[in-house]
């Protein structure tokens, strides 16, 4: 993304990289990082570990999840923590329908209709069209992503009815809450290294 969660450490002087495919978002980064470069491309950061690893609003929307996991090891000490956030795809909006730009992005469940690229075809444009359908490729659930992390250790975990990325949108304060499918709005958990495997 555009670095937005990596400001409030890179404010307190940590030292932070940010990681994108997308040039416009690289850019768009540095420029709030007040021409700082901390923000690169995937290969600048090969050989680097780090004290904590943060994947926000982000693997749901990875080809080959399962890989990923194992990959981002190389990049971990034995007290590496990881962060993880995203959203279900079972959630009201898991389809991240929120971002269309027509009255569709105003429907909860709208993803799981049978029919929901037809829709997408009708009133938005190819391109949210095709990031919208790789997110449908790509769903994620807890379960699954429990399975896909069996060998790290889960060390504290968060469900959420109310995300709390919906108070800067929609002004709602959030709510902790349990796993319950198509109900829980996005999925937190801290992750280590697994050293009894």
């Known amino acids: 993304g555009e670095g937005g969660n990596l400001l409030p450490y890179f404010n307190k002087r940590c030292k932070v990289t940010g990681i994108d495919i997308s040039a416009s978002k690289i850019r768009y980064a540095k420029s709030q990082f007040n021409g700082e470069f901390i923000y690169t491309d995937v290969y600048s950061v090969m050989l680097k570990w780090y004290d904590l690893l943060i994947i926000k609003d982000t693997i749901e929307h990875l080809y080959h999840q399962d890989y990923f996991m194992r990959y981002i090891k190389r990049f971990m000490r034995h007290d590496t923590k ?116």
Not at 134 to 148: A, D, G, N, P, Q
């Open 82 to 197: 990881i962060f993880i956030a995203f959203s279900p795809w079972s959630m009201p909006f898991g389809g991240h329908q929120q971002c269309c730009k027509s009255f569709l992005r105003y429907i909860p469940y709208l993803h799981l209709l049978p029919f929901y690229e037809a829709l997408l075809r009708l009133y938005e444009t190819p391109a949210k069209v095709e990031a919208l359908m790789e997110i449908k490729e790509t769903r994620l659930s807890v379960k699954r992503f429990k399975e896909m992390i069996k060998d790290y250790k889960i060390e504290k975990e968060t469900f959420w009815l109310i995300n709390p990325n919906y108070d800067a949108r929609f002004g709602l304060k959030p709510v902790k809450f349990i796993n319950i499918p198509f109900l829980t709005t996005s999925y937190w958990c801290i992750i280590s290294k697994n050293d009894k495997l």
